[in-house]
């Protein structure tokens, strides 16, 4: 059974920095590709950042490029994002994915919120 949690979502000031966590269990997390999607209100899903299975590759969407770092521990099952200089259009739910067996895998989401 594929399990994503996702961690560490809050209140945050813009500028401000916050570290997400999601854990994942019951695949092979070693050998997969994971990824952070966001949606706010009213707007569509979209891709946040990717991450190679062994970490050495990463890919960010334009609007967190420079200010958003995704990294992953394959001896802990974890991948992290690391948001700094956070915007009050950064404000969404934070979802970690993976996918195999051609089908995706998501986790309940996390809610990010900058506001002064």
């Known amino acids: 059974q594929v399990q994503l949690v996702e961690s560490g979502g809050g209140l945050v000031q813009p500028e401000g920095s916050l570290r997400l966590s999601c854990a994942a269990s019951?695949?092979?997390?070693?050998?997969?590709?994971m990824y952070w999607y966001r949606q706010a209100p009213g707007k569509e899903r979209e891709l946040v950042a990717g991450?190679?299975?062994?970490?050495?590759?990463?890919n960010y969407g334009d609007s967190v490029k420079g200010r958003f770092t995704v990294s992953r521990d394959n001896t802990k099952n974890t991948v992290s994002l690391q948001m700094n200089s956070l915007k009050p259009d950064d404000t969404a739910v934070y979802y970690c994915?993976?996918?195999?067996?051609?089908?995706?895998?998501w986790g309940q989401g996390t809610q990010v919120t900058v506001s002064s």
């Open positions: 994915k993976v996918a195999f067996s051609n089908r995706d895998y």
């Open positions: 019951g695949f092979t997390f070693s050998r997969s590709p």
């Open positions: 991450i190679s299975s062994t970490g050495g590759l990463t």
